[in-house]
């Protein structure tokens, strides 16, 4: 059984950030799942503009207020606690929190797992892991 507090992984490999958000790896690659699992905030006022060429991934809102654009799809969602987004086709997306509020928190899964370390890229992705 894997057991993981969140205070335990701040300040370790593990407690990513990028331009305008942070990540906290709960579980990775290394742990065996076959998936991973983030706690993510996107901070106010950021706009991330991501593609995930390599993962799928799923997140769930718990908290906080933003949006998320379908760039292809052209189609703009509100995202807050309670309602879960998945770019199940590598879907190009951005991610909206408006400044002056609160970050938007979200759960997030990817598979293949991550391995922990990763930052988006250029194109907003993160980078394909050889196995």
């Known amino acids: 059984m894997i057991i993981q507090d969140r205070n335990d992984l701040r300040g370790t490999a593990r407690d990513a950030a990028g331009d305008g958000w942070t990540s906290l ?3 990775v690659k290394s742990d065996g799942m076959g998936f991973s699992m983030t706690e993510t905030q996107v901070l106010p006022g950021a706009v991330l503009r991501l593609q995930y060429k390599h993962h799928i991934e ?3 809102c718990i ?3 933003g949006t998320v654009h379908a760039v ?3 189609t703009e969602h509100i995202i807050r606690a309670g ?3 998945a770019p199940n086709m590598h879907d190009r997306h951005e ?3 408006p400044a002056g509020g609160g970050p938007l928190h979200l759960i997030c899964v990817f598979s293949p797992a991550l391995e922990g ?3 988006h890229g250029p194109d ?3 980078a394909a892991r050889k196995d």
Request: aromatic fraction near 12%; charged fraction near 15%.
């Open 63 to 65: 908290g906080g207020v």
């Open 117 to 119: 370390d990763e930052v």
């Open 95 to 97: 991610i909206h929190v």
């Open 124 to 126: 907003g992705s993160y």
């Open 58 to 60: 799923a997140c769930y």
């Open 25 to 27: 790896r709960l579980l």
């Open 72 to 74: 292809d799809a052209g």
């Open 83 to 85: 309602i879960l987004y």
